[in-house]
């Protein structure tokens, strides 16, 4: 008897495959088998009906699942557990038409480990149709906007730019924060502190916080008191530095800080980004290797739970484990009471258990070595924060110090200082541990995130209510307030969950498609919108304004939750978006600007604007390569009264050193943007047409470098030339000629016995892999070196870069086998 079991994943498929053992045949449908065709795809007049298709590349997939439902005793169906995944099981049923003889189950791996597996197989279910017409829903109403939208885009901007019902969104709120920051006009306040000296030492710091007992301005929170500039800091330092001081409150109170709930998505993505420096895109491929299965040694194993999670929650098991747990590494004081109980914010699916290991006995320690770089880092984040998040609070003693002055006509000033001891380390301890583990030091940090911002603190003395005080010193510092920092992709993502827009599974693709599409770059690890990604949004917000409103979006969410509850149908749902929806593209084909046809700017022309014939007035138009301004005299009908004066309106921060024009010497030249990306024009176009490379970031490339090789295949020289990955050696003649020179290591592949050479991944981060792939897929994050390992005799060990908080990077040799660390040289 063979049962056929269908999961997305090969990789999963083959850890399933494992604890299944004999009886069981696992296949992989390698995600979505169907979906919506280029073209609509949604018939509108027949109740918003899908006209779904296989993709050519699933073709073969899809054949393989028939056959093997033909010959199967029965089929379970293993899809993820969500929407989505639900979905992908309906799909399959759809595709393969199995027997109607043939019993099918659905079963959910909450976590693939053995006796997860076993629990689901014990409990299987049916397909949830609600689900199902919840995840039509988000496809429907996610085709119908991108495309009736994007059409309209087309029509009105340029061919090629798309929209979104939840991209467009997340674009305007990065829009909305760049015009805060351009609106923001700084205010100046001063800030004072004060050393003082008591009996006892040390000497202490305190900050002037009010004056005539209303609070200073001390940031960008506008208080009724502010030290508004120079000549008022001078004045009140002279009145200060007069002044007689004396405690005049000192308590000192026990507080408690709680431990932050185990992991959502949400809150995963934002503390990897904070904390490790992790994009969204890189957390979630990481957590998924993670939760699918990953050889330490033993066979494939699930580490973590399910990663797509609204749900702080904890299954009673697994709260019952970490209190063993903690009860036999830390001991009972760091034990509440009772478990902590945690409950998901109003809205939220509670479909599944927060993110957490499987196995706490499992330490990150234990894990060393056999878990590439990122996914270790993640690992012991994830462990620490279950563990944390059943550990007691930490206690602290808090003391607040204050002294207040006269300072004449009835004007007092107050000075405040806070200082605090810890009594209890509590759940911080688990962040403490294991100093000498990799990267220690940086998930440690991960602590702070929990942690409120309790200001300016030090160590205070031995003092008592109404002793005397000496001012030693005074500082005033000007200041001014700030504007709104740029999102980075853990802030993007909090608001975006906090407005209710989108769910944390699909943030990644929305953060990728945004900076795609050339509506958002990154500056300086922050979203900055570019001058295009301003004027769509501008333009969708004349012409569809309601689906640019986060709130409204925040209500399709909604709807969505209500078909999976069963309170809304998908042909209903429907038909309320749609109508609405209609109008506003009527009137949007009628209302909106035609950026094609040019906006005017109500600016001359520089060039041709002055003269009594026709003069020129610049429009803002877009061309492939960006926004620009051009003459309406552009193509006039009449030759003498052409004009062919353009601008660039999204200039690019040039460096410092622009280059000199290879033709006719002149500099500096001027950055642009081009089809294939940035580079340097000469400022005499068209007269001369000299160019130099630039790299993606604007900086000048060098002219090809000859390395005085030849080519073994054309027997050219070899140059050593930059690409848009890097440096590489090629043939003169490349791309003529194909040829490009591989760096090989010293040291052979394990696998295979062939070279090893560095790659890149698409994300620019390099790696060692076998120069036999894909016949050979070895791979190494670390510099393969020969050199070997003292502990298990391991003929090669690898280089690698340690990054200590607070001092200078070292380099150690790590042994891919045992683990075994030593430093370098």
């Known amino acids: 008897m063979t049962k056929l079991v269908i999961v997305e994943s090969p990789s999963k498929a083959k850890t399933i495959t494992k604890y299944l053992g004999k009886g069981y045949k696992v296949m992989a449908s390698v ?57 992908i099981s309906w799909h399959l049923m759809e ?49 119908l906007v991108g495309y009736k939208v994007s059409q309209v885009l087309w029509d009105k901007v340029r061919r090629g730019l798309s929209a979104g019902r939840v991209q467009s969104v997340a674009v305007r709120l990065i829009v909305d924060r760049e015009r805060e920051i351009q609106a923001h006009v700084p205010v100046e306040y001063w800030v004072m502190k004060g050393r003082f000296a008591a009996k006892l030492p040390p000497s202490f710091w305190m900050k002037l916080v009010k004056l005539g007992g209303e609070a200073l301005q001390l940031g960008n929170k506008e208080t009724k008191r502010r030290i508004a500039d120079a000549a008022q800091a001078r004045d009140l330092k002279a009145r200060l530095e ?47 290797r993670l939760y699918e299965g990953v050889d330490f040694g033993q066979g494939p194993v699930g580490l973590i739970t399910y990663m797509r999670t609204d749900s702080p929650r904890m299954a009673p098991e697994a709260i019952e484990a970490a209190r063993e747990f903690i009860q036999k590494k830390y001991g009972k004081e760091y034990l509440p009471a009772k478990a902590r109980i945690y409950t998901g914010k109003a809205g939220a699916q509670d479909a599944h258990e927060a993110i957490r290991p499987t196995d706490l006995t499992r330490t990150p320690e234990s894990l060393r070595g056999h878990l590439e770089p990122d996914q270790f880092r993640l690992y012991a984040l994830i462990w620490r924060r279950t563990l944390a998040s059943q550990m007691e609070a930490a206690r602290f003693d808090e003391t607040v110090v204050q002294t207040e002055a006269e300072l004449g006509k009835k004007e007092t000033a107050l000075f405040e200082a806070k200082g605090e001891i810890e009594r209890f380390p509590g759940w911080l301890a688990v962040y403490r541990a294991d100093a000498t583990e990799a990267d220690a030091e940086a ?57 209710g827009i989108g769910r944390p599974s699909t943030y990644a693709s929305i953060i990728a498609t945004i900076q795609d599409r050339d509506y958002v770059k990154k500056h300086e690890g922050r979203f900055k919108p570019t001058d295009l990604g301003m004027v769509v949004t501008d333009l969708l917000l004349q012409g569809f304004q309601d689906l640019l409103d986060p709130k409204y979006t925040s209500g399709m969410e909604g709807n969505l939750d209500r ?168 043939c003169v003649d490349y791309p003529t000629c194909k040829t490009v020179k591989k760096e090989i290591l010293a040291v052979p592949c394990p696998k295979c016995g062939g070279g090893l050479s560095p790659r890149k991944t698409r994300f620019g981060k390099v790696f060692y892999g076998c120069v036999n792939y894909p016949k050979c897929d070895y791979t190494a994050w670390d510099k393969p070196v020969p050199v070997t390992c003292p502990a298990c005799k391991n003929p090669t060990m690898g280089e690698k870069t340690r990054k200590p908080r607070g001092k200078d990077p070292i380099q150690v040799l790590l042994c891919p086998k045992c683990g075994h660390e030593e430093p370098m040289g």
């Open 31 to 87: 995600g979505h088998i169907r979906d919506l065709p280029k073209k609509l795809g949604v018939d509108i007049e027949n109740g918003f009906q899908e006209e779904y298709e296989i993709s050519p590349a699933k073709a073969k997939v899809v054949q393989e699942l028939r056959a093997a439902a033909k010959s199967a005793d029965e089929l379970v169906l293993a899809t993820d557990p969500d929407r989505e995944g639900e979905a």
């Open 95 to 143: 595709a393969i038409k199995p027997p109607k003889s043939l019993p099918v189950k659905r079963v959910l791996f909450n976590e693939i480990t053995p006796s997860g597996i076993q629990k689901a197989m014990a409990a299987p279910t049916v397909i949830n149709k609600k689900l199902v017409d919840a995840q039509r829903a988000r496809r429907v109403l996610d085709r």
């Open 242 to 288: 007069k002044a007689a001081y004396t405690v005049t409150s000192l308590e000192t109170k026990e507080k408690k800080r709680n431990p932050a709930a185990p992991f959502t998505t949400a809150k995963l993505q934002q503390e990897a980004a904070q904390k490790l420096k992790m994009s969204v895109s890189r957390t979630m491929q990481n957590a998924q």
């Open 443 to 499: 998930i440690a940090d991960a602590a702070k995130g929990d942690e409120e911002d309790e200001g300016e603190e030090g160590l205070l003395p031995a003092l008592k209510p109404g002793e005397a005080l000496k001012l030693e010193q005074l500082d005033t510092d000007q200041q001014f307030t700030k504007p709104p920092a740029r999102f980075n992709e853990a802030t993007l993502v909090k608001e975006l969950e906090e407005d």
């Open 563 to 730: 078909i999976e509850e069963g309170k809304l149908t998908f042909k209903k749902a429907m038909t309320d978006f749609y109508g609405p929806f209609e109008k506003a593209l009527k009137a949007a084909g009628t209302d909106m600007q035609n950026l094609k046809a040019g906006v005017p700017t109500g600016e001359k022309c520089p060039k041709c604007g002055d003269r009594k014939r026709k003069p020129g007035m610049l429009l803002k138009r877009i061309g492939r390569n960006g926004l620009f301004l051009g003459c309406t005299n552009y193509g006039a009908e009449a030759e003498k009264d052409q004009c062919d004066y353009t601008a660039d309106l999204e200039k690019m921060e040039e460096p410092e050193d622009a280059p000199e024009c290879p033709l006719c010497g002149t500099t500096p030249m001027n950055l642009r943007k081009g089809q294939w990306g940035p580079f340097w024009a000469c400022p005499n176009y068209p007269k001369c047409k000299g160019i130099v490379k630039a790299d993606p970031k604007g900086i000048p490339v060098p002219p090809d470098e000859p390395t005085g090789e030849k080519c073994p295949n054309c027997g050219k020289g070899f140059v050593k030339r930059h690409g848009r990955y890097g440096e590489f050696v090629c």
